[in-house]
């Protein structure tokens, strides 16, 4: 009685997983001999310098609150809401006459609603910036 482990490995191994692994390693071959010195030393450079990279943007606690900030649903509606605004503004910018200038056309975006709300947007975020900065003064921040 002959059992599977008296059988030559070929004889088991499927005729499709062998030509996978004669390929497998055939493209092994190719990156070792595309693998030239300068090539691997450019590697071995981008590979530091972005470890480095990552190393100080970890460390910068500004940019990690930032992070932790932006990860947040009402920050990202508002990204969201930010991407989509730029995206009209600069089709509506494209497609819309030069503002001629003068008192009269201050005058009549001071009453347009979209203004108003876009002047009260700036002054929440002018507000609530200062009060962080004051309060990170008072903490020796």
Known sequence: MTTQTDMPLAATVNNNDLQRLIEFAQLITSAQDA??????????????????????????????????VLDQPESQRLLIGFADALRVTSRDIAITAPAKGGLAELWS???DPGTQEGIRLLAKLGQHLNQSLREQHRRGQ
């Open 35 to 68: 693998m030239s010195d300068e090539l691997v030393t450019r590697l071995a450079r981008v590979m530091n310098e972005g470890i480095a990279l990552l190393d100080r943007l970890t460390r910068n606690e500004g940019l990690m609150r930032l992070l932790q």
């Open 109 to 111: 975006a001071v009453f």
